[in-house]
């Protein structure tokens, strides 16, 4: 099946995140690639917040809270339960809640190696982390800001941090350079690779 | 200049890294690679954790202690100066001091496309994360672990962590997951790539 076949089944498909829809804030960009006969998107998301508990690996990770938008304080006062600790392979743990900022990500299939290594040139001058992540099969590109956090927040029920007015300001600057970065990726995209 | 050539002159270059000296623990992984016809390794480091404080651009930020091994509680005892700002573009800031945990991170040259997915291919098995930088003039193939922190630990002298016992646990066990994963890996091209 030719790459134009892959495109135009793939883009049939119905959106099947976690989330259910897909981030408004990424649309546009979305489009610039959908609508580039080289390219088309398998993923994306245009960054989040939220808490987290478990061991990390899939299905021993339960998601207690998520934003993918600015948040409020309010974001961090989540009910703990008598026992929260999580089944895992090495029994019930009690549990640490951690917090993750995860940047705005996108999965490109491209049509060949070398619109893969266009893509990437000029998208590494807005998201440095992108790269190839297959190119044997499908050609997929990775396109990912360098916006992160990841921290314990609670641990047995109590809360770590002691101020969680600025946790609320510097996750918010993190979400907003997430946003910005996609806007300027976008820019950098619909001017060179159009 | 052919992919042997460029082997040979890179290899007798010294480590030009902020350390000064390559990490022990690689080292063995490192070996395997650079004995193999069809790669080589063109940095590593293998993992570490850090404080840090200014805009996280690369001439705008101060590091503080940086730790390649297991911490102790006293690695979080830093004398905060009177004056912590730092100059940036847009003044002088109040400072944030960030902890960062990062992951082992390698970065192999490998002679065509067909041995970076081959390498890419078994890597992605222990080092999920793993890419592939560039494509075009060298093939550089990112092999990076999954273990991260990012959080605020002090803001304007007070440290913002009820409980730096808990934190040095969860650290030391990060570090200790980045070691074992190291190991892991070099089983894994060992068995696989030779």
Redesign the interface.
Known sequence: MGFENEKKTFLAKLDKSKKGSIDTKIIPLLTLFNEHKHYYTTSSCSGRVYLWKGTGKKNETEWINVSHDFITNSFFNIRIEPETGLKTERGTERA?VWLRVEPSILHVACRD?PS??TL??QAQRVYKKS??????NKIIV?LRGSE?????LY?DG??????ID??TI?VNKKMESIFQSIEKLAAKIKKELN
Chains 1, 2 share one sequence.
């Open positions: 640490t190696i893969a290594n990437l040139e790269c190839i992540l297959s190119a044997s990775e992160f956090m990841e921290m314990p641990n109590t809360l770590l941090i002691s101020d600025l946790l510097l």
